[in-house]
C-alpha cells in the first residue's frame, strides 16, 4: 500500500493562468477528499467524492475550481484564471467508507503560489 | 456549524518533559475525532483516531481521550523528545462528513 499521492508537489504559475493538480488515493479506497490550507490555518474542506460522485462541495470552491473522479479513483482539481489569493496548500485525502471510523489518510500536498 | 479549537496555539518545552495538548469542539454530536502530526511544509500524519464510543486511544508515547460530553479532546506526548518538533492538529468528523479541523498547537521540544 503505496498511501495517497500527489502531483505535482509545487507550482509556481501566474496570475490568470489555469492550473490542474492530481491525487492518487490508497488503492481500494472509495472516498477522497480536497482541503487547502493556508499558512498557520488549519486545513479547510474543498470537495469530497465517494466514489465517481461528487456528494460535497464547499462555498470556498467558486466557479473557477472544479473536480473530477472520473473512474472512481484518482482525481483531478482545477483552477481557472488564478488570482494571488488561490496561493495555498492543496492536500488530497482518502478513507474507506468499509474500515473503522472512516478514518482519513492525506498526501504530501500540492503548494501552489500565484504570482 | 462545528467549530474547533485548539490551546495552546504554541508551546516549548524541554527534552523529557511530559506534555498535554488541547483540543476543543462546539457540537459533542461527532462521529469521531483525528488527531495528525504536521512537518513544515508537509502533508499530514495520521497519529490517533477515536471513535465516538471511545474515550481513549493509545499509541506509543502517545494517549489521546475524547470526552464527548463536554466537548473535549487531550493529546498526551509521554517523554517528549526533539523529533516531536511539529504541528499537532485536531480534526472532527460529525457524522461521516468531511472533517473540520483546529489551526493546530505549534509545538518545539527543546534538547
Known amino acids: 500500500d503505496t498511501g495517497v499521492s500527489q502531483d505535482p508537489r509545487h507550482k509556481i504559475t501566474k496570475r490568470g493562468q489555469n492550473v490542474t493538480f492530481r491525487c492518487d488515493p490508497i488503492?481500494?479506497?472509495?472516498?477522497l477528499y480536497w482541503y487547502r490550507q493556508t499558512l498557520g490555518q488549519g486545513p479547510e474542506f474543498l470537495t469530497y467524492?465517494?466514489?465517481?460522485?461528487?456528494?460535497?462541495k464547499s462555498r470556498l470552491l467558486s466557479d473557477r475550481f472544479s473536480a473530477e473522479r472520473p473512474k472512481g479513483s484518482f482525481s483531478t482539481l482545477e483552477i481557472q484564471r488564478t488570482e494571488q489569493g488561490d496561493s495555498a496548500m492543496y492536500l488530497c485525502a482518502s478513507s474507506s467508507t468499509m474500515g473503522p471510523g472512516n478514518e482519513q489518510f492525506f498526501g504530501p500536498g500540492t503548494r501552489l503560489t500565484v504570482l | 456549524k462545528q467549530e474547533v479549537t485548539q490551546i495552546p496555539a504554541a508551546l516549548s518545552v524541554p527534552e523529557g518533559e511530559n506534555l498535554v495538548l488541547n483540543c476543543s469542539f462546539t457540537?459533542?454530536?461527532?462521529?469521531?475525532l483525528q488527531w495528525f502530526r504536521q512537518d513544515p511544509g508537509k502533508g499530514l500524519t495520521s497519529l490517533l483516531l477515536i471513535q465516538s464510543s471511545q474515550r481513549e486511544q493509545t499509541s506509543g508515547r502517545l494517549n489521546a481521550s475524547l470526552d464527548k460530553s463536554s466537548g473535549r479532546s487531550t493529546l498526551y506526548i509521554a517523554a517528549s523528545q526533539p523529533g516531536d518538533s511539529a504541528t499537532y492538529l485536531c480534526?472532527?468528523?460529525?457524522?461521516?462528513?468531511?472533517?473540520?479541523f483546529g489551526k493546530g498547537t505549534r509545538l518545539s521540544v527543546i534538547a
Open positions: 457540537d459533542s454530536a461527532i462521529y469521531n
Open positions: 467524492f465517494q466514489n465517481e460522485a461528487q456528494l460535497e
Open positions: 480534526a472532527v468528523d460529525s457524522g461521516n462528513t468531511p472533517l473540520v
Open positions: 488503492s481500494e479506497h472509495n472516498r
